[in-house]
């Protein structure tokens, strides 16, 4: 079992910068790759960037590429998303999540643990 907490969340100006931290606890966190998701009001929940579990490989969603770093420190067991240059259509719920394996993956059903989620607002 891989527990999972985000934080960091909250509400800020467009083109303003927000970095949403996700702690890791229980088994061996550093041996799964781990994704950020996001939910907004009445859409699906989906893909914005994942890293493998050296942090070498990284991937994004072509909507927050160039804008959005994913970087972890294993031997704190915490990923972290760097997110600048906000757009009010970034605002939702973000999650991470977590999957037993050392490759990254743009589907949510290849990760088996996600965290409870923080809310990010863009105000225009």
């Known amino acids: 079992q891989v527990q999972l907490v985000e934080s960091g969340g909250g509400l800020v100006q467009a083109g303003g910068s927000l970095r949403l931290s996700c702690a890791a606890s229980?088994?061996?966190?550093?041996?799964?790759?781990m994704g950020w998701f996001r939910q907004a009001p009445g859409k699906e929940r989906e893909f914005v960037g994942a890293i493998s579990t050296s942090g070498r490989s990284t991937d994004y969603a072509d909507s927050v590429k160039g804008r959005f770093t994913i970087s972890r420190e294993n031997a704190e067991n915490t990923m972290y998303l760097q997110m600048n240059s906000l757009k009010p259509e970034d605002t939702a719920v973000y999650y991470c999540?977590?999957?037993?394996?050392?490759?990254?993956?743009?589907?949510?059903?290849?990760?088996?643990?996600w965290g409870q989620g923080t809310q990010v607002t863009v105000s225009s």
């Open positions: 999540a977590a999957r037993p394996s050392w490759a990254t993956s743009r589907m949510l059903s290849r990760y088996d643990y």
């Open positions: 229980g088994r061996a966190s550093s041996n799964y790759a």
